[in-house]
């Protein structure tokens, strides 16, 4: 894979005058069609890193380049936000229309896309999503979850390259939660769409191909999900969780049990388990 975001030597405060940087020198690559899951605990700096994707924010020092476009370069703004999607936490903030289809072509109208070319794009999106039958519906009368999917499908009606994902699941119940990473995971695997999501659920993070956890503006790991779970004690100190099966082997080693693997999923977690009571017979 080819890296598609380039952080080099990232550093961002909000105003000259605070002492504290929000952002300390950053480097860090995103490949080309890849997953990644950003961890932090409030104020370690990640949403205000996700924001510098398409320019929302400009770095104070270093740079960042999406898709070898310099995020301050003004005459490339229109090209780099093509490029990069956004998705909030609150759907409701970005559904600006009040029929579900109408509300997915209002990116691409605004872009100026040909008409016969928004029906195709709209009727893609909301195909991608599996909100294809909700297309005529008032989308105040939807779930949050279907929100967030149309929300999602309005983005991906641009046709991204990328898409920056802002903790999309914290006002969703369980149910919602599980249909927009779904719509995630296939949107990556299937469409080969770049995927950088914050989030503050170790389970959604488990099924990206990396993680990066922040704390206070640096990043202090960086690796496949497996090899950041098996940090838990430096992940406990700057106030984060593991997966619960990640917590329970955790305990067992602990308590003199011999487990040798990190275990990310309620099935290996299982396995673990019944290979341990199986050797005791």
């Not at 000259?16 to 899951?37: C, K, Q, Y």
């Not at 559904?95 to 100026?112: M, Y």
């Not at 430096?234 to 997966?243: A, I, Q, R």
Request: glycine share 6%; aromatic share 6%; net charge negative.
């Amino acid at each position: 894979m080819k890296p598609f975001i380039s952080f080099e030597n990232l550093s961002f405060k909000y105003s000259e005058e605070e002492p504290r940087w929000v952002l300390e020198n950053i480097n860090l690559t995103i490949d080309d069609g890849s997953f990644v899951a950003v961890l932090g605990h409030n104020g370690s700096g990640k949403s205000t890193l996700a924001k510098h994707l398409n320019a929302i924010l400009l770095p104070t020092e270093g740079k960042v380049y999406v898709d070898g476009i310099d995020t301050c370069d003004e005459e490339k703004l229109f090209d780099l936000r093509q490029r990069v999607g956004m998705v909030f936490q609150n759907p409701d903030n970005q559904i600006v229309a009040t029929v579900v289809e109408e509300d997915v072509a209002f990116a691409p109208e605004n872009l100026g896309v040909p008409p016969a070319e928004i029906r195709e794009r709209v009727d893609w999106a909301l195909e991608a999503v599996s909100m294809t039958e909700y297309r005529e519906a008032a989308s105040y009368h939807l779930s949050g979850g279907q929100k967030q999917r149309i929300a999602i499908a309005g983005v991906l009606a641009m046709k991204p390259k990328c898409i920056v994902l802002d903790e999309p699941t914290a006002m969703l119940d369980p149910q919602g939660r599980k249909e927009v990473m779904k719509t995630i995971r296939e949107l990556n695997k299937n469409e080969g769409i770049t995927i950088v999501m914050i989030t503050h659920y170790m389970n959604e993070a488990i099924m990206a191909d990396r993680v990066v956890v922040m704390d206070e503006g640096h990043v202090i790991l960086d690796g496949d999900p497996y090899e950041v779970f098996s940090h838990v004690d430096e992940l406990k100190s700057v106030g984060l969780d593991v997966p619960q099966p990640t917590e329970l082997m955790y305990l067992l080693k602990g308590a003199g049990v011999d487990i040798e693997k990190t275990v990310l999923t309620d099935e290996e977690c299982a396995e673990v388990l019944y290979n341990l009571l199986e050797g005791q017979r």
